[in-house]
């Protein structure tokens, strides 16, 4: 087995491979530095990795491009992703590009932190969300004891997973808020659980990436869930979830053109939770 990036020659760490072999259609294998390196410049690699070669890795990185004839599927409909079993996945071509567009802009508010392995499932969201769905939340998190990667993301009227293992389609599962009675956290050194609980049954996600933010994105989806159902799924309390959602854009709109400074919009941002 390799144990070493055949793009860079460093001995492969835990690190390049907890996320996923990033093997190659040759047999090569990349480190994670070298395939965020390669994805900047192409961003298919990420879903498709194991198409390329180690030579079409050295042509990008070498000349900016790969060779059209290793590519024949690239470019079809511009490699749209799709959503498994998902009646809401017909967009044209323009529609998904404002979504995908309007989707990132919120989550560049939400300042939301989430690794490079997550731009996969952030290509799906256009069509898995209502048009006028927003994005409250957001955090790297997979269904435990799977391989998967993915997201967990909560919106006014649910909580969404799209979970994706490398090389195959995405995996959608929504919890409704009329269907979820609380929410819990376990903390834990490597991957803390966040938890959400059905009425039909428990359900878990690990998150690997960023543990101090996951105990943050808890405490954020507690103040939402974890009350009394008839209060957390209510008409008013997702009409006061999208209201203080709007508040936060303009925040991050006011710090982003200079007029709140970093401190300022900390604070601000603080108390408009609090409210939650």
């Known amino acids: 087995m390799n144990d070493h990036c055949g793009l860079c020659g460093k ?24 395939l965020e390196k390669a994805s900047a410049m192409n961003e298919e690699l990420l879903s498709d990795l194991h198409r390329f070669s180690l030579k079409d890795l050295e042509n990008l990185l070498h000349n900016g491009e790969i060779a059209q004839e290793e590519t024949v599927q690239e470019n079809i409909a511009e490699n749209l992703p ?16 404002k979504r ?7 989550l560049e508010s939400l300042r939301a932190k989430l690794s490079l392995f997550t731009k996969g499932e952030i290509k799906e ?17 997979q269904f435990a004891k799977t391989t998967d990667a993915g ?5 006014p009227k649910r909580i969404i997973s799209v979970s994706k293992a490398m090389f195959s389609p995405a995996k959608v599962n929504e919890f409704l808020n009329d269907n979820i009675l609380e929410v819990s956290f376990v903390k834990n050194f490597v991957s803390p659980n966040i938890r959400i609980h059905t009425k039909e049954k428990t359900v878990e996600f690990e998150s690997f990436f960023n543990k101090d933010y996951a105990e943050d994105f808890y405490h954020f989806i507690s103040k939402i869930y974890n009350k009394e159902a008839s209060k957390a799924s209510s008409p008013e309390q997702n009409t006061f979830s999208e209201s203080v959602l709007e508040q936060l854009e303009k ?26």
């Open 11 to 34: 001995e492969l760490t835990s690190i390049d491979t907890m996320l996923g072999e990033n093997k190659l259609s040759d047999g090569n294998i990349i480190c994670n530095s070298c």
């Open 82 to 97: 799709s959503v498994a079993d998902s009646e809401q996945n017909v967009l044209s071509k323009d529609l998904y590009k």
């Open 100 to 106: 995908l567009k309007e989707i990132k802009k919120q």
């Open 125 to 141: 969201l256009p069509y898995i969300l209502d048009l006028d769905e927003k994005i409250l939340a957001i955090i790297d998190a």
């Open 151 to 155: 997201i967990l993301l909560v919106t």
């Open 251 to 276: 925040l991050g709109q006011l710090r982003e053109n200079g007029i709140l400074t970093e401190e300022e919009f900390t604070s601000q941002k603080k108390k408009l939770l609090e409210k939650l």
